[in-house]
C-alpha cells in the first residue's frame, strides 16, 4: 500500500507540474515487511529503479546504518549498495551541533574526494541549514586514515601484491573504478602507505607509515 501510494503521487505530480525534482522516502525500510527478506527487498529496489527512469527523477531513501558499523541494513542495504548511484553518511561532527555528510560511494567518482559538508539547526530558519565544507586538510585526513585502514586489512592478508592484483583489491573494497582505485595506489605511495618491494620491483609491501 505505501509503495502504491508513492508511485499514484509520483504519477499525479509527474502531470501536475511537469516534471519531479526529487522523491525523498524517509524510511525505505517500511516499504517492506522484512529488511532481510532477499526477495522483496530485490523487487522494491528493481521498483524504484524502475520508476526513477519513467519519470527522470532522482529517488534518495533513507536507511539506517547497523548498530556500530558501516553496513547497511539487511538485504535491503546490500541491494541498495549495489543499485545506488551514491550513498551519502550523516554523522555527528565533532561540534556537537552540527552534522557533517560523508560521500561512501560515488558511482562514476572518488568518495574520499568529496568535500565533507556541513549542516546544522538553525532556528530562525526552523530547519537545517548548510554551514559550507570542512577544511581541504580535513577531507585528507580522511582519506588517509581510510586508505590506511584499507591497505592494513589487504597486507593482513598478504606480505605482498601485485598493482593489478591491489587495484582490484580495491575496487572491490571500496567498491570504485579501476581509474579511482589507480588513483588511490598513487595517492598511498605519496604518502609512503604503500611502497615497492626492494627484493621485488613488481610487487608493493606495506610502508613505513603503517610501521609507525
Known amino acids: 500500500e505505501r509503495l502504491n501510494a508513492i508511485v499514484q503521487s509520483m504519477d499525479k505530480f509527474y502531470y501536475q507540474y511537469g516534471g519531479i525534482q526529487l522523491v525523498v522516502i524517509d524510511g525505505i525500510a517500511d516499504l517492506v515487511k522484512s529488511a532481510n527478506d532477499e526477495a522483496e527487498s530485490v523487487a522494491v529496489i528493481d521498483e524504484l529503479y524502475r520508476l526513477a527512469g519513467i519519470y527522470n527523477t532522482c529517488i534518495l531513501c533513507v536507511l539506517h546504518f547497523v548498530p556500530n558499523g558501516l553496513k547497511l541494513r539487511g538485504h ?19 561540534e556537537p551541533t552540527q552534522s557533517v555528510v560523508k560521500a561512501l560511494k560515488v558511482r562514476d567518482g572518488s568518495p ?33 586514515r581510510e586508505l590506511v585502514n584499507v591497505a592494513r586489512d589487504i597486507f593482513g592478508r598478504q606480505t605482498r601484491i601485485t598493482y593489478i592484483d591491489l587495484c582490484e583489491q580495491l575496487q572491490q573494497v571500496l567498491d570504485i573504478k ?30 613505513s607509515y603503517n610501521l609507525q
Open 76 to 94: 535491503l542495504g546490500s541491494e541498495l549498495q549495489r543499485k545506488a548511484a551514491t550513498i551519502l553518511s550523516i554523522e555527528k561532527d565533532e
Open 178 to 207: 579501476e581509474r579511482t582505485a589507480k588513483s588511490y595506489i598513487r595517492f598511498m605511495r605519496e604518502r609512503d602507505i604503500i611502497t615497492k618491494d626492494t627484493a621485488n620491483q613488481s610487487c608493493f609491501v606495506i610502508g
Open 112 to 144: 574520499l574526494d568529496v568535500p565533507l559538508m556541513l549542516f546544522a539547526w538553525d532556528k530562525e530558519a526552523g530547519m537545517h541549514v548548510y554551514k559550507g565544507e570542512k577544511p581541504r586538510e580535513e577531507k585528507e585526513k580522511r582519506k588517509e
